[in-house]
């Protein structure tokens, strides 16, 4: 009983960290999710890099040049392998606004705990 209801609170654990505002060690502020295979913005942290910048219904189509819309791309690839990264670096985006048809460039500083 005990390892089964340890392994229910490491799956959890592991769930809700995918999950949370990514900007410890090197992040921008952002809770994103996948919808119709499209990174969409669904929080922002406030005073964080994204803080003003970024809006909660953004499309993120490319981090650093490379494409992520409709490729099947997970929300742990996109926290650990995208967002994250060293602290005070830049992160590159091309996003499509809320309510808008076009592209724009965005480039966020990652930051610490803020």
Do not use: C
Request: proline letters at 2%; glycine letters at 10%; charged letters at 20%.
């Amino acid at each position: 009983m005990r390892v089964m209801l340890l392994s229910i609170i490491l799956a959890l654990t592991s769930f809700l960290n995918a999950q949370d505002v990514i900007i410890g060690d090197g992040g921008v502020g952002i809770n994103i999710d996948i919808t119709n295979d499209t990174v969409v913005i669904k929080k922002i942290l406030k005073n964080s890099p994204a803080y003003g910048i970024l809006k909660k219904g953004d499309k993120i189509l490319e981090f650093e040049g490379e494409n992520i819309a409709g490729v099947g791309i997970t929300i742990d690839d996109l926290y650990f392998n995208k967002l994250q990264g060293e602290a005070y670096t830049y992160l590159n985006l091309i996003i499509i606004p809320k309510g808008e048809n076009t592209t724009k460039h965005i480039s966020l500083k990652r930051n610490l705990d803020l």
